[in-house]
């Protein structure tokens, strides 16, 4: 019995089995009351005074100290707002300036696409000799030279699983005088985390994945306390001022972590999100992460025995992975359209690897073995082998 589960409390498809929580997390029942109290209540009934008086002005701070508190961050150390990309990117540009005579932005050659885009854009803008050096997740360490400035890192692979060691890495990072950015993307609201005894620099994260705040909902950036001060924000938008509705022309960045604010928040979205936070307030993410141990060695250890077609591309270790597993085979694209056309629902990562995302709070034991059972019969007898399951369709 998985003490964790509470699948009753979300908005699933009755006979879907939802295996994409790392991806789009499933909306809480809770946040329709949203529609009544923010859309027709604030919104609705009092228009602009709602800017006032029902603190939508103070709604990333609120939720940021939500978030922190999930993720063992001080009050006031992160503010929500803005996509993922938007927050890797200013939490680059505010780190590169800590350590300016070092010229080189680290990162793994296997990173989620935006990080390193979004590192290789900043440099562009930058007349200077910066360089984004991108390595094997495995050369990270070896690549500490005395040049690198700031690594950015994702904690846990999106196409693999695969799990830095958290505060190893830092603090090799930390030995070697660069500062770190973490990616939490994958990992805030899946795997117990302690940023304060983590000590890293920075930290950013989205909230649709495992922390269920709806299609893109607000992201975060946690900036440590000290830093707060000597760090000066490069996307300087007028909320980041520290009195935006002095309306100046100077900007003067906020003396908190609302300098990292940039305009006007989604303020429906960031109470959608506010909402679906408190669903961990009283959760032991110890007891989630166990679940979810429990929950991806059966399944690896069950695919293992009936679908040997099947690669696995996660770590087989349970400290080396993050909460899902990941497979490979030449048609996974067809085997995963295949699945998902029998109401189990996973997704693919081009060339060849199909995801499950281990989510204990709405999938349990017979749900793994449900699946196991469903792709060892699409698997022996071909089922995915059919033009309709061929067609790649535009999100996957
Ligand atoms: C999901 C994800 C993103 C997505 O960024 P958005 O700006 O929210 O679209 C970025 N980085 C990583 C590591 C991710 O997993």
Redesign the pocket.
């Known amino acids: 019995m998985n003490p964790i589960y509470r699948k009753s409390l979300f908005n699933i498809p009755p006979g879907m089995i939802y295996l994409d929580g790392n991806s789009l997390g499933p909306p809480l029942k809770e946040i329709e009351s949203i529609s009544e109290s923010v859309i027709v209540k604030e919104w609705g009934g009092k228009l602009i005074k709602g800017w006032n008086e029902s603190n939508w002005m103070e709604q990333p701070l609120i939720v940021g100290n939500k978030i922190a508190n999930l993720i063992g961050g001080d009050k006031g150390s992160i503010v929500a707002g803005d ?3 938007i927050k890797t990117y200013q939490a680059l540009a505010a780190a590169i300036k800590l350590n300016p005579q070092r010229n080189i932005i680290l990162t793994d050659i296997d990173n ?1 696409p ?2 390193i885009y979004i590192a290789e854009g900043l440099v562009d803008t930058l007349n200077s000799n910066f360089e984004v050096r991108k390595v094997k997740s495995t050369d990270i360490l070896s690549s500490l030279t005395k040049d690198v400035n700031v690594v950015l890192l ?1 904690h846990v692979n ?1 196409k693999t699983g695969a799990m830095f060691d958290i505060e190893a890495v830092t603090n090799s990072v930390h030995e070697n005088g660069s500062t770190i950015i973490w ?1 939490l ?2 990992s805030a609201g899946a795997i117990p985390l302690d940023l304060k005894a983590i000590n890293c620099e920075f930290a950013v994260g ?1 909230t649709y ?1 495992f922390l269920n705040g709806g299609p893109g909902s607000p ?1 975060f950036i946690y900036v440590r306390p000290d830093l707060i001060k000597k760090c000066y924000p490069i996307l300087r938008g007028w909320l980041g001022h520290k009195a935006p509705f002095d309306f100046t022309n100077t900007f003067e960045k906020s003396a908190s972590i609302e300098m990292m604010r940039v305009g006007t928040p989604p303020v429906i979205q960031m109470a959608i999100l506010e909402k679906a936070l408190d669903i961990f307030r009283d959760l032991d993410f110890y007891k989630l992460r166990e679940e979810s141990i429990k929950l991806s060695d059966l399944f690896i250890n069950m695919v293992e025995q009936t679908c040997s077609d099947l690669q696995l591309e996660s770590p087989i270790k349970p400290s080396e992975r993050g909460s899902q597993v990941s497979f490979s085979h030449p048609s996974g694209y067809a085997i995963m359209q295949a699945l998902i056309d029998r109401n189990i629902v996973g997704d693919f990562r081009a060339p060849d690897i199909i995801r499950f995302g281990i989510t204990p709070l709405y999938i349990n034991e017979k749900d793994i073995i449900r699946t196991v059972k469903v792709l060892e019969d699409i698997l022996s007898k071909r089922l995915w082998d059919t033009p309709a399951y061929l067609n790649r369709k535009k999100v996957t």
């Open positions: 996509t993922l990309s989620f935006s990080d994702t999106y990616d993307a994958h989205c994945k992201a």
